[in-house]
C-alpha cells in the first residue's frame, strides 16, 4: 500500500478513536473481516471484504480482525502468517510483518493467537465496540475473551461493561463522502455508463436476457472494476415488471421493453444504475407514454435532492408526479389528493424511491434522527428510482398497458447547492435511447 493510501486509513482510524473517547475514556473496538463462505464442496464463493473493515485499513484478506484501542491511539491487527506452501494455492499473504509495514498496525499478531491475545487488549478498557449477532461463531470468541478478562478480576484487572455498535460511529462517517471516495464512486458510474450504453447498442429482438448481462460484466471487468456492486436484473417484457428479477434467461422479443438495473464496484465503492429501453429500438406509444411519466417522475425529484429535504420529501415527489400521470392516462380514477392518500398507486409503484449509496449498493446510516426522516446534507450520496409497474395479469387496466415496467435511477450527490447526478451522461430521454439504440 502507497503512503497516501496509508495516511488515508490511518485518518480514518484516528477519526474513529476520536469519536469513540467523545464517549468517555477506556474505549476498545473490535472489527472481525468477513468470513468465507462454501459455494459448493471445496468451492469459495468470490471473497469481498467487510465494507467497516476496508473503511479503516484497505486490508482485503479473510481471517482477520483489527483492534482500535483509543486512549493509546493504537492500531493492533491478527491475520494469517505467511504461509509459502498455501501461498502457491491461493496468493500472497501480507503476514504479520506486512501488517506493520505496509497497513499501519502498530502491533500485529497471529489470527491463532487471537484468543489470547484479546484479554489483554480488554483488560482495564471500560466500553468495547463491537457488533453482537452478526457472525454468531466469532461473537463466541469475543464473549470468550471478555469472560477470561473478567476473571483476571482478583488481580485488579477492570474489564469492559459496555457493549456498544461500531456502526453507531463508522456508519455515520462513511455516509459523508470525501473527495478520494467520490472519486472511486465517479470511476464506478463511468464504467456503469459504457456498459448501460453498450447494452442499449447491442440489445435486438431474438436475443436472451442472459447474453446482454454477459456483456455487462465484460465491460465491468474490462474497465478495471473488481466486481458488480449487486446481481445484475435484465428483465424483458414481463419481466421488467418484476422488482428483483434475477433469471434473466428470456429470449427477448420485438415489441418489449428492456429494464437493466446494473451497477459495477470500484475501489469497493458502487454504483447503482437502471435504464428501460425498447428492444426494438422505438418506443411504442403506451410504453412512451409510461416512460415519459417515469422519467418527469425522476427528474423533479432529483431536482429536491438538496439539503434540509428528507428521503421522504424526495419520494413524495414520486409519488405525486407518477400518481398524476396515472390519472391521466386512464389507469387510476378519482381525485389526485385522496388517491394519493389512500396509495391507490400501491399496485403500480410499490417500492421507496431512494436509498443511501457509498461501499454497499443499499449503503449504511440511519434514515431517521430521534424518531424523524433525517435531513439530507452534503456529501451524502443517494439513489433516485421512481418505476411504473404494470403486470401483464393486471385485469383492471387496457390490455395495451399489461406487461409494461418502467424504472430509471441515477446516483444523486447532496451539495451546498444543486444536486450533482454521478451517473448524468447514460442516455435517459426517449429522443437519447432511441438513438442510443439505432
Not at 390 to 403: L, T, Y
Request: hydrophobic content about 40%.
Amino acid at each position: 500500500m502507497n503512503v497516501s493510501k496509508q495516511e488515508l486509513y490511518a485518518g480514518r482510524r484516528a477519526a474513529a478513536m476520536d469519536a469513540m473517547l467523545a464517549g468517555g475514556a477506556g474505549s476498545v473496538a473490535v472489527l472481525a473481516a468477513a468470513p468465507v463462505f462454501i459455494r459448493n464442496n471445496d468451492v469459495e464463493h468470490d471473497y469481498r471484504q467487510d465494507s467497516d473493515v476496508f473503511y479503516l485499513t484497505g486490508f482485503d484478506e479473510p481471517d482477520s480482525v483489527m483492534v482500535l484501542l483509543a486512549d493509546e491511539r493504537k492500531f493492533v491487527m491478527f491475520v494469517r502468517p505467511r504461509d509459502p506452501e498455501r501461498e502457491v494455492w491461493d496468493g500472497a499473504r501480507a503476514g504479520v510483518e506486512g501488517a506493520v509495514a505496509n497497513f499501519g498496525a502498530a502491533e500485529a499478531f497471529k489470527i491463532s493467537d487471537f484468543a489470547t491475545e484479546l484479554p489483554k487488549l480488554l483488560s482495564n478498557k471500560s466500553r468495547l465496540h463491537y457488533r453482537l449477532g452478526r457472525d454468531r461463531g466469532f461473537d463466541e470468541r469475543v464473549l470468550a475473551g471478555l469472560e477470561a478478562t473478567r476473571r483476571r478480576g482478583r488481580m485488579g484487572v477492570s474489564w469492559p461493561t459496555e457493549i456498544v455498535d461500531p456502526g453507531a460511529i463508522l456508519h455515520e462517517m462513511r455516509m459523508f463522502k470525501t473527495s478520494s471516495e467520490l472519486e472511486s464512486m465517479r470511476a464506478a458510474a463511468a464504467i456503469t455508463r459504457e456498459a448501460h450504453e453498450r447494452a442499449m447498442r447491442a440489445t435486438k429482438p431474438g436475443m436472451f436476457e442472459h447474453e446482454i448481462e454477459a456483456l455487462l460484466l465484460e465491460t465491468f471487468r474490462r474497465g478495471g472494476s473488481e466486481r458488480v456492486a449487486y446481481g445484475s436484473i435484465v428483465g424483458s417484457g414481463p419481466n421488467a415488471t418484476v422488482l428483483h428479477y434475477r433469471s434473466n434467461n428470456r429470449k427477448m422479443e420485438s415489441g418489449d421493453l428492456l429494464l437493466i438495473d446494473a451497477g459495477c464496484e470500484y475501489g469497493y465503492y458502487a454504483s447503482d444504475v437502471t435504464r428501460t429501453f425498447p428492444v426494438s429500438g422505438a418506443f411504442t406509444a403506451p410504453q412512451r407514454a409510461i416512460y415519459e411519466v417515469v422519467l418527469e417522475a425522476q427528474i423533479e425529484s432529483i431536482a429536491l435532492t438538496r439539503a434540509g429535504q428528507t428521503l421522504d420529501d424526495v419520494h413524495k415527489k414520486s409519488v405525486e408526479v407518477l400518481t398524476r400521470g396515472l390519472l391521466t392516462l386512464g389507469l387510476l380514477k378519482g381525485d389526485l389528493v385522496d388517491l394519493i392518500a389512500k396509495e391507490a398507486y400501491k399496485p403500480f409503484y410499490m417500492h421507496r424511491t431512494s436509498h443511501w449509496l457509498g461501499m454497499d449498493v443499499h449503503d449504511v446510516g440511519a434514515y431517521f434522527i430521534a424518531g424523524k426522516h433525517r435531513p439530507l446534507a452534503p456529501g451524502m450520496v443517494i439513489t433516485v428510482e421512481p418505476g411504473i409497474y404494470i403486470a401483464r395479469d393486471n385485469a383492471s387496466v387496457a390490455p395495451e398497458w399489461r406487461g409494461i415496467g418502467v424504472r430509471i435511477e441515477d446516483d444523486i450527490l447532496v451539495t451546498d447547492g444543486e444536486p450533482v447526478n454521478l451517473t448524468d451522461g447514460i442516455p435517459k430521454t426517449v429522443g437519447e435511447i432511441e438513438r442510443a439504440c439505432a
